[in-house]
Each structure stands twice: as C-alpha cells, then as structure tokens.
C-alpha cells in the first residue's frame, strides 16, 4: 500500500529556512534556559560557519562529525554544516572515544565539530563551536551546491555484526518526511516544538529542523532533563510548547506524573504529541485521553519508521473517545510504499504475516561504506525489481480497514527506552573481555514502562564484575551496557541447538564474583 503521491522535492530544507529568515528576521527562533537567538541571527551565524567550514574542504557528500550538548551551538553547528553543502554527524558527548573514533574514521568525516569541554585527538581536525573565529565575514546566504539526492545527515545505529552502521540520508527524503508532516499536522509561528530527543536517535531529526520552515520556534531542553517529568513540564509552560514527542515507556512515566501532581494547567498549550520508538498500547491512549485530552484537547498520534526510511513512514492518529483493541502502525505517510512479504518475498495477503519492506522516497541510500550491508538490507522490489526497498525485520500484518499492525522482530533487535539496540553487538564486546568464556544478553520486563538488558554470563575461573563495566564504559555508550548482570555456569539451550532465551529471562541470579 502506498502513501498518496506528492510532488518530487527539488529543494532542502535549508530553502525553506532562508525564506523564513528574511520574512520574520527579528522572530525568536531558538530558545533555551533565558537564552533567544532569532531567525535572523540563527541565519547570520550559520552563514559564518558555513564558510568556514567550505574553506576547510567540505562540500556535498562530505561527512561533518558534531558532538555537541543541546544547545545554540548544536543548532547552528547542524545548520552551518547542511549550508556547507556537508551532511551532519550526531556524535554523543561524553561517550567513548574508541567508539567515536570508530564512528568518524569509518564515516570518512573530514572535520569535527565540538564543544571545548569535549576537545580532544579523535583523528580528524576538530573545531570549537564556541570559537569565535568560526563565526567571521559575510552574514549573506552561501550559493547553495547541494542537489536533492546529496547527503544530509549519516546517523549510526547498532549493528546485529558487532560494529554500529551508518545510514545516509538525502536530503530529498528528510524534506519529503518534514512536508509530508506540515501537510498533516501544519504549525506556524504560533507553534513551539520542544526539542528533547538526544540528536544521535532519528526522531530528533522532525524535532531539530521542521520548525524552521515554517515560522515556529524551537524550545531546548536543558541537557539532561529528558529523563525529568517535572523539568518537561516546566519546560512546556514556560515556553508555550505546543507539539512534542515521547518514547510509550516515558509517556507512561510522564502521565503518571502528571496524574498525581494535579498540572495539566501547566500543560494548556501542548495540543499534540507523537509517540514512537516502542510500542504503543489501548492502555496509553486512554490514559492520555483521560488526563490530556479532557483537559486540554491534546492529541496523541502513534508514529512508525526505522532510521533507514527517514524517521517515519506510517502513522495512525489515535481515536479521542472510547477504548480500541490494538494501537496499529497505521498507513504510510506520502510517497512511501510499504510491502509485507513471505519467505519467498511475495507480498502477503490481508490478515497473513510476514516481513515489513519500506520503499519509495524516504528509503536512505545504504550504510556508509558498507556495500555488503546494504546489499543485504535494501533489496529489489518483488513487482517492480528497478525500484529498491528496505528489510525492516519487523513483523506485521494488514488489517481489513488498511491499517498495518505490528507483530514483532525477525531477530533480535529490541527496544530499550524506544533505542535500537542489536544485542548481537552488546554480546561481541562482552565476549572479548578476558575474563568471560560466554555471554548472552535479553532483554526483561520489569513493569510497563521498565525494560532492562541482562547479561547472562559464563565467566572463566576468575571474574570481576567492576573491572568488566569499566570495559564496557570504554566501548559501549551508557544506554547500551547491561542493567543486570548475572553469572551461570552454562548458556541453556533448546533442542535444536539455539540459545534458549525464554529459559534465561526466568532464571534466577546467583551470586556475581
């Protein structure tokens, strides 16, 4: 089933963006803590950084690492590097430096940039954001060089093989998936979108660049706040946020703070909210109707999509009266295809289950230098083999009225706190530790809104716990190390050889040396 056909995007995002700057110059733009720069100045400084940024050698096509806390910096980093002609390269702070040199090698990223406190050799030329000898000569727009099948932005995933990959976005997909949101659900300089997804997931993309085009303003929350539902609300009503996202898991966590401590009037001008990332439940939404909606006629939509395809590629607005069975993935947004098929990759019929295939305008161009990957995830369509799609590994099935509904995963790809995590990657660096004979890692469910990775080890005749976690701080990023850790003495496994994963989530822990 396809989405309904738009026009094919001959522009970027950043078009938009200019247009908007000289239409409302002195309009707020970015606001974060006490902290506005307007769309002018936003403009101006982008302007600067794009220039020098072209002057030391990136043009289209070019990776641009940037390892910024949320801030005025990290926007005008993200936009002076598209200006540049570059595509923008979420590195986390704070998170392993052999895994972000990893990440910028394998990425062939020309330049990084950084804020000071996070300066350092990570084997490519580094720039401090807050130098202000990035920021000199003209405040004009640059002539733009980027045609709609450059680059955009590479965002890396966990890899099933051990090593993150990169997926490379055009810019014709990420501006097909911002249009098609304006379309759906349009704002205007009324609207706030608050920004509080940490910019290494997809789902910061809408959040970081769709206000932009249309005369909004985007609201930062501080660093670190996004795990904080009083900071959140507080966030919201002092900047008027009117759009926002939420993990199902932080949603729950969200209402349920809300519902105790009696603030929905703080919550007045928030009137819509998507959710993605994990599944959405009949139990979320009504709860969000009870609280939000009848308070304050807040609406909740349930958005669907890997970072492969562009964020999101189908979407289902969630009804505001009485209870549904299943919150399904929904229908696909424009200009997106999506095809479930067998074994045998013949598409299914209704009601059947099988493999979910993204194709049409949002699907990427592949993993960043990694052919094999990529010809092994984006494969010719079944009835129109010139065309390509995407293997999600998800499992689903269409339902009569046209919705799509989601069955679970293929593999063992899960979702912790609504991250991609592939536990195959976890379970590699473990192994490598000295002091572990074997290891497997699952995920269990603690409550409804708590899911916690295990790791189930086979240690060898010593074993320290401690010395393994600061291991792992070396390798891994913190969201992806183990909650629990617990000791056996061998890996159980089914009759047919593979590691019995149910029979792990119910064992019980023994002691940890």
């Not at 070019?62 to 979420?90: C, D, F, Q």
């Not at 139990?283 to 939000?292: A, E, M, P, Q, S």
Request: some cysteine.
């Amino acid at each position: 089933m396809k989405g309904e056909a738009i026009v094919t995007y001959n522009k970027t995002v950043l078009d938009y963006f200019e247009k908007q700057s000289a239409l409302t110059p002195l309009a707020p733009a970015v606001l974060i803590g006490d902290r506005i720069i307007t769309y002018a100045e936003l403009n101006s400084k982008s302007n600067q950084l794009a220039r020098t940024l072209r002057s030391r050698g990136v043009k289209p096509n070019t990776v641009v690492g940037i390892m910024a806390v949320r801030s005025l910096e990290m926007i005008i980093g993200i936009i002076g590097i598209m200006k540049a002609g570059g595509a923008y390269l979420p590195l986390l702070p704070k998170g392993p430096a052999e895994r972000t040199r990893y990440l910028l090698k394998e990425s062939e990223a020309v330049l990084l940039l950084t804020q000071s406190q996070w300066m350092e050799d990570y084997g490519v030329p580094a720039l401090d954001l807050q130098d202000s000898d990035l920021y000199q000569g003209s405040l004009e727009n640059l002539e733009p060089v980027n045609h709609p099948e450059d680059l955009a932005y590479v965002i890396y995933t966990s890899g099933s093989t051990g090593k993150p990959k990169g997926v490379m976005i055009e810019h014709h997909s990420l501006l097909n998936r911002l249009v098609w949101m304006q379309m759906r659900y349009p704002i205007d300089s009324n609207d706030v979108i608050l920004q509080k997804t940490p910019f290494i997931f997809d789902v910061s993309v809408w959040e970081l660049l769709w206000w932009c085009m249309t005369g909004a303003r985007l609201a930062l929350l501080e660093p670190g706040y996004e795990k904080f539902p009083q900071a959140i609300i507080e966030c919201i009503a002092k900047n008027h946020v009117t759009v926002m996202h939420f993990v199902p898991s932080m949603l729950s966590v969200f209402l349920n703070y809300v519902s105790e401590h009696d603030v929905t009037a703080k919550l007045a001008s928030l009137r819509q909210v998507f959710a993605s990332g994990e599944t959405l439940t009949p139990l979320h939404v009504k709860r969000f109707n009870t609280i939000l909606y009848a308070a304050n006629a807040t609406r909740l939509t349930n958005l669907y999509g890997p970072t492969e395809a562009t964020v999101d590629v189908t979407y289902f607005d969630c009804p505001t009266e009485g209870e549904i069975e299943r919150v399904p993935l929904g229908k696909p947004i424009d200009n997106i295809e999506i095809v479930i098929i067998d074994e045998q990759k013949t598409p299914v019929p209704v009601m059947e289950t099988g493999e979910l295939c993204i194709a049409g305008v949002g699907v990427a161009r592949g993993y960043i230098n990694n052919p094999t990957l990529t010809a092994e995830k984006f494969v010719a369509h079944p009835l129109r083999p010139q065309a390509r799609m995407y293997r999600t590994g998800d499992l689903a099935r269409w339902l009569p009225d046209g919705n799509i509904e989601f069955l679970g995963r293929a593999d063992q790809q899960v979702k912790v706190r609504g991250i991609r995590i592939e536990l195959e990657e976890i379970e590699s660096v473990i192994a490598q530790f000295k002091e572990v004979d074997q290891c497997v890692v699952v995920t269990r469910q603690e409550s409804e809104t708590i899911t916690l990775l295990t790791a189930y080890i086979v240690p060898k005749t010593s074993f320290s716990l401690s010395a393994l976690k600061e291991y792992l701080r070396s390798k891994l990023p913190e969201y992806m190390i183990p909650d629990v850790f617990m000791t056996i003495h061998d890996i159980p496994l089914t009759p047919n050889g593979k590691v019995d994963r149910k029979l792990l989530t119910n064992l019980k822990k023994e002691k940890t040396r």
